[in-house]
């Protein structure tokens, strides 16, 4: 649905939508932090014990471990590695691709389990990828209507060379 290098602008109402997955996700899954990134290592939304976390870091590292693992993929005629795993002493990684595009991460320890994870994520990818879809339905629709002009449009060839003049 989204190709490697694009991007989408994110509009309140499914800000909303995307937040309330995510808090619920947490609860659901007794995880301690949840991330949503996109492959560009950008963050769009996090949730849980983030304060002492690098965020930024967090994102764009996360992005070139999908890239790095995507390669591996391709390497063994995989299309991509759709969920990553990682498993620390003390925390614990899950890692998965929403609707081709965004990367879902969920740190999580003891209290909770990976399989209790797989479970929550399974329903909330489900529901996330519903908001992505119709976050692209929604751009598509004001792009084809010319709601989303360039603020350059109006700007006409002579408008140009009278600047120059």
Do not use: C, W
Not at 28 to 54: C, M, P, R
Not at 130 to 159: C, H, M, V, W
């Amino acid at each position: 649905m989204y190709g490697p290098q694009s991007s989408f602008v994110m509009y309140d109402e499914e800000s909303k939508r995307i937040n309330a997955v995510i808090e619920k996700l947490l609860r659901e899954s007794n995880s301690k932090v949840i991330f949503l990134v996109d492959k560009n290592g950008q963050l769009i939304a996090s949730t849980g014990a983030t304060e002492h976390l690098d965020t930024t870091s967090l994102a764009s590292l996360t992005a070139g471990n999908i890239a790095a693992t995507g390669g591996l993929a391709k390497l063994i005629g995989e299309k991509e590695f759709s969920i990553l795993f990682h498993e620390g002493e003390k925390d614990n990684l899950h890692i998965s691709i929403i609707a081709g595009r965004v990367i879902l991460v969920v740190i999580f320890d003891q209290r909770s389990s990976l399989g209790l994870v797989r479970l929550r994520v399974k329903k909330g990818s489900d529901e996330l990828t519903t908001i992505f879809e119709d976050l692209a339905r929604k751009s598509e629709e004001l792009e084809r209507g010319g709601n989303l002009q360039s603020p350059f449009a109006e700007i006409t060839d002579d408008d140009i060379d009278n600047l120059f003049r």
